[in-house]
């Protein structure tokens, strides 16, 4: 496109996904521009493993993960809200960083690559018509071929647009808050732990510098039923789980206050709403407990990057592409997004948790294959 506000593709939102698309994008001669709200580097909330499913990819975008000297995590640890636990060998593993680190390396190589990258910008709107989306900012407007949206767990547009997951009544897959600190702690960092409590479960692991992420999530009702307290909330019901009383009595915790987010919703959500493409969360998130979500956005965005790359080539028509990714993304992750809601359905009441760690203990084969049904293979 011509005008110096017109691009071939515009993406609100510089998360994983947005940036992993935009870097594919640019080094196929696209021009890009990714709108991000925050000034990088910043911390979000999230649990911060990946699986290694996507180790090849983001070294093949450019990150130096083997000179990082990341903490590889083998083996897994789930507790129940009584304590009983399970410990087991990851089948693939993954590896521990903060959105912090990868999220801003990320923005310097899709710079270095030719990506316009608005820190600071907020987009306000998106409308699609007469093939050309115009993408409103508060910082000015802008027009793109394509526009893609990869704007996290629930955002300003998902709530403009009335998308239908903000309308479902609360249940327990979509009225969900999460919170984050980093802590200095004394775990092994080969293990990550999902340790459960009632309505929620709080997944800890290292991460680059010796640090740890302890991430957890919990219905909105816990909050409301502890004074919208989150430390009444960790004393009087998180920490009724040993695992969780010992690791919230003993570690540093190294924010002021913790990272939060609320209304997160885990219902099932469209890839494709009037010509504007959804990556990353906004496509769809993986429930609790079955982890990956970063490994799942940045596999989407290579999904996207060969749709959109065939369409601009003039090789299929937009509703071609549109329905290409819808498919592509259902059958890359359809199967593991039905997997980890069955999982969520048993992690609810704490004797039902009980009862499926005590009853899965002796199956270790079984576990491992949970393990893989809520993970992918490298890509």
């Given at each position: 496109m011509n005008s110096s506000n017109a691009y071939d593709v515009a993406i609100a939102g510089g998360g994983l996904a947005g940036l992993?698309?935009?870097?594919?994008?640019?080094?196929?001669?696209?021009?890009?521009?990714?709108?991000?709200?925050?000034?990088?580097p910043f911390h979000k909330v999230c649990g911060e493993y990946i699986s290694l499913e996507s180790w090849n990819f983001l070294?093949?975008?450019?990150?130096?993960?083997?000179d990082w000297g990341?903490?590889?995590?083998?083996?897994?640890?789930?507790?129940?809200?009584?304590g009983e636990s399970i410990e087991q060998e990851l089948p693939l593993g993954g590896f521990g960083i903060s959105r912090y680190k990868i999220d801003a390396a990320l923005a310097d190589i899709a710079r270095d690559c030719g990506v316009v990258v608005k820190e600071g910008v907020k987009v306000i709107d998106i409308a699609f018509g007469r093939a050309i989306a115009d993408v409103r900012t508060d910082a000015g407007e802008y027009k793109a071929s394509i526009a893609c949206i990869s704007t996290g767990k629930r955002s300003n547009l998902d709530i403009k647009w009335r998308r239908p997951f903000t309308r479902k009544r609360s249940d327990k897959l979509n009225n969900y808050i999460a919170v984050k600190y980093h802590v200095q702690t004394d775990l092994p960092a080969d293990l990550i732990g999902l340790h459960n409590f009632k309505d929620g479960y709080c997944g800890i692991s290292r991460i680059?510098?010796?640090?740890?992420?302890?991430?957890?999530?919990?219905?909105?009702?816990?909050?409301?039923?502890?004074?919208?307290?989150?430390?009444?909330?960790?004393?009087?019901?998180?920490?009724?789980?040993?695992?969780?009383?010992g690791i919230f009595s003993s570690a540093v915790k190294l924010f002021e206050s913790p990272l939060t987010i609320s209304q997160i919703s885990f219902e099932?959500?469209?890839?494709?709403?009037?010509?504007?493409?959804?990556?990353?969360d906004g496509a769809g998130m993986i429930p609790p407990l079955s982890g990956n979500g970063m490994s799942m956005a940045l596999h989407g965005s290579k999904i996207a990057f060969r749709c959109m790359d065939t369409f601009l080539k003039g090789?299929?028509?937009?509703?071609?592409?549109?329905?290409?990714?819808?498919?592509?993304?259902?059958?890359?992750?359809?199967?593991?997004?039905?997997?980890?809601?069955?999982?969520?359905?048993?992690f609810g009441s704490e004797?039902?948790?009980?009862?499926?760690?005590?009853?899965?203990?002796?199956?270790?084969?079984?576990?491992?294959?949970?393990?893989?049904?809520?993970?992918?293979?490298?890509?």
């Open positions: 992993a698309l935009s870097i594919q994008l640019a080094r196929a001669g696209y021009t890009v521009i990714v709108f991000e709200k925050e000034h990088y070294e093949e975008l450019g990150l130096p993960l083997s990341l903490p590889v995590i083998k083996r897994v640890l789930v507790s129940a809200p009584n680059e510098d010796g640090r740890y992420c302890l991430c957890y999530m919990t219905t909105a009702a816990n909050l409301q039923a502890n004074g919208n307290s989150i430390p009444d909330m960790e004393r009087n019901i998180l920490s009724r789980n040993p695992y969780l009383s099932r959500r469209s890839r494709v709403e009037n010509h504007l493409l959804f990556i990353g090789q299929i028509a937009r509703h071609e592409m549109e329905q290409e990714y819808e498919d592509q993304w259902a059958r890359q992750f359809g199967r593991r997004l039905w997997a980890g809601r069955q999982l969520q359905r048993w004797k039902r948790t009980n009862l499926l760690i005590h009853s899965l203990k002796p199956f270790p084969k079984l576990v491992s294959f949970l393990i893989r049904q809520t993970h992918g293979q490298p890509f």
